[in-house]
């Protein structure tokens, strides 16, 4: 019986499990992976005490960091069931059954998917989700990014000095994201901006040999060797089904990051908090355990 269970170790459930560790509270930590989308991250410029880091340095500071207090981890660990029965929250994986007295869930997002014809077939096999693991794969080829928000962009800045060039493919009419990383985008002579575009198809044989594309009413194939699907995430939130959440499927949270359920938490990008930023996701991880603290010592 531990007093809480974190379900996630990304920059929420990491700094979850600093602040309970500090508490001195019974808790376990259960996750499929440590880092979370900050790992497969590129260039973190805006995180406060560091100018520039990586998302793998950074994720490696926070993982020592969580290493240091001896903290129970179970990693590799997908949980598939949350539920609260009576006063006890029961959290079931893939290997086993916890309990524990409240729950915080820190499960962050995942890459969303185009759903084409073609991008099962060819999923690792030219066509990838992430450009911080995949790009020195694709040197001196002709790739393509498919979307228009910061994530392709932070794409298209790592395959700058890889690619041999780039198809940057936006489905609406003007890019979005950091308007310093798209001025650096739009600036580069190796980029091809095609807004107004979308993606129909992945072609190929073994491996990616193209893609086809509608523009204009118009389809026309462009021959590559590499996709990298930049379209956004999806909460990863599908496990929770009796907690409250909005259109997107993220988690609804209030000011304590308190479900609609007593006793579990949610923290980061899993819930309906603006902004999708590690430094904030921190930030409501380590109010998401003070805020466990506070519930646990007003129950008997």
């Given at each position: 019986?531990?007093?809480?269970?974190?379900?996630?170790?990304g920059?929420?459930?990491?700094?979850?499990?600093?602040?309970?560790?500090?508490?001195?509270?019974?808790?376990l930590?259960i996750?499929?992976?440590?880092?979370?989308?900050?790992?497969?991250?590129?260039?973190?410029?805006?995180?406060?005490?560091?100018?520039?880091?990586s998302?793998?340095?950074?994720?490696?500071?926070?993982?020592?960091?969580?290493?240091?207090?001896?903290?129970?981890?179970?990693?590799?660990?997908?949980?598939?069931?949350?539920?609260?029965?009576?006063?006890?929250?029961?959290?079931?994986?893939?290997?086993?059954?916890?309990?524990?007295?409240?729950?915080?869930?820190?499960?962050?997002?995942k890459?969303?998917?185009?759903?084409?014809?073609?991008?099962?077939?060819?999923?690792?096999?030219?066509?990838?989700?992430?450009?911080?693991?995949?790009?020195?794969?694709?040197?001196?080829?002709?790739?393509?990014?498919?979307?228009?928000?910061?994530?392709?962009?932070?794409?298209?800045?790592?395959?700058?000095?890889?690619?041999?060039?780039?198809?940057?493919?936006?489905?609406?009419?003007?890019?979005?994201?950091?308007?310093?990383?798209?001025?650096?985008v739009?600036?580069?002579?190796?980029?091809?901006?095609?807004?107004?575009?979308?993606?129909?198809?992945?072609?190929?044989?073994?491996?990616?040999?193209?893609?086809?594309?509608?523009?204009e009413?118009?389809?026309?194939a462009?021959?590559?060797?590499?996709?990298?699907?930049?379209?956004?995430?999806?909460?990863?939130?599908?496990?929770?089904?009796?907690?409250?959440?909005?259109?997107?499927?993220?988690?609804?949270?209030?000011?304590?990051?308190?479900?609609?359920?007593?006793?579990?938490?949610?923290?980061?990008?899993?819930?309906?908090?603006?902004?999708?930023?590690?430094?904030?996701?921190?930030?409501?991880?380590?109010?998401?355990?003070?805020?466990?603290?506070?519930?646990?010592?007003?129950?008997?």
């Open positions: 019986m531990y007093d809480l269970i974190i379900i996630g170790a920059p929420a459930g990491i700094t979850a499990a600093v602040y309970a560790a500090r508490k001195r509270m019974s808790f930590v996750t499929k992976d440590i880092g979370g989308q900050a790992a497969i991250s590129g260039a973190v410029e805006n995180y406060t005490g560091y100018q520039f880091i998302g793998p340095e950074l994720t490696a500071k926070f993982e020592e960091h969580l290493r240091g207090f001896g903290i129970e981890v179970k990693e590799n660990e997908e949980v598939r069931e949350v539920r609260k029965i009576e006063d006890l929250v029961l959290v079931k994986t893939h290997k086993g059954i916890y309990q524990a007295k409240t729950a915080i869930i820190a499960s962050g997002k890459s969303r998917e185009l759903n084409i014809p073609g991008e099962k077939e060819f999923k690792n096999r030219g066509l990838t989700y992430c450009a911080t693991c995949d790009a020195p794969l694709f040197a001196g080829k002709e790739v393509a990014v498919i979307g228009g928000g910061n994530s392709a962009l932070d794409a298209v800045l790592q395959l700058l000095k890889i690619a041999k060039r780039i198809y940057l493919i936006n489905i609406t009419s003007s890019l979005g994201g950091d308007p310093i990383m798209r001025e650096k739009e600036e580069s002579k190796v980029v091809t901006i095609l807004n107004n575009t979308q993606v129909t198809a992945i072609l190929g044989d073994k491996m990616v040999t193209g893609i086809k594309i509608k523009r009413g118009k389809e026309e462009i021959p590559l060797q590499g996709v990298f699907v930049e379209i956004g995430l999806t909460p990863n939130s599908e496990f929770a089904k009796d907690v409250e959440k909005n259109q997107f499927g993220e988690i609804k949270v209030n000011s304590y990051n308190e479900t609609n359920i007593p006793g579990i938490f949610a923290s980061g990008d899993v819930t309906d908090v603006p902004e999708k930023q590690i430094i904030i996701a921190c930030g409501e991880g380590a109010k998401a355990a003070l805020n466990v603290f506070r519930y646990l010592s007003t129950k008997k």
